[in-house]
């Protein structure tokens, strides 16, 4: 028999061959492991980019519409108090005038006041004068259509009256 030494070496050169596969399949992984952790890096980088770049886009364009609005809405305040003032003093100097006109008419305003009270009484009397002599033209107007109502019944009896002759005629 051997004293060993063979297979020693034998094991010894297959744990050496285990140990460099070993470093060899570790290498590999490590070496996958970083270009995929590079590369999501990259994906990263170009994601925050990209995020980066619509948040830009989106607040310029929020921006311009903003800008827009409150440039439109400055413009149509700014005519409505130009429109208003311009009424407020159109309507002060109408006020004014009318101030001036009813100071003046005043005076004359209580002797036309006077002469209508003046000329009212007469004008109730024309009115009841007025009403006595209506009354009688409606009573004559109500009589007529009772004159005509016993001139239909006259001719109902005429139209009557030949078709009995006839049939009596007839009947003869």
């Known amino acids: ?75 149509t305040v700014a005519k409505a108090k130009k429109k208003l003032a311009a009424a407020s003093a159109s309507a002060k100097a109408e006020a004014a005038s009318l101030k001036k006109k009813a100071a003046g008419k005043k005076a004359a305003k209580k002797t036309v006041a006077k002469k209508a009270a003046a000329k009212k009484a007469p004008a109730k009397k024309a009115v009841k004068k007025v009403a006595k002599k209506a009354a009688p033209k409606k009573a004559v107007k109500k009589a007529a259509p009772k004159k005509a109502a016993p001139k239909k019944a006259a001719k109902k009896v005429a139209r009557k009256a030949p078709k009995k002759a006839v049939k009596k005629a007839s009947k003869k």
């Not at 010894?12 to 890096?41: F, H, L, R, Y």
Request: proline content about 0%; cysteine-free; charged content about 35%.
């Open 1 to 75: 028999m051997s004293n060993g030494n063979g297979v020693t070496a034998t094991l010894s050169g297959a744990a050496e061959n285990m140990k460099d596969k070993a470093m060899e399949i570790g290498e590999a992984v490590a070496s996958t492991a970083s270009a995929t952790v590079a590369k999501a890096k990259k994906a990263a980088k170009k994601a925050r980019k990209t995020v980066k770049a619509d948040i830009a886009k989106a607040k310029k364009a929020v921006a311009k519409r903003t800008d827009k609005a409150s440039k439109a809405v400055k413009k």
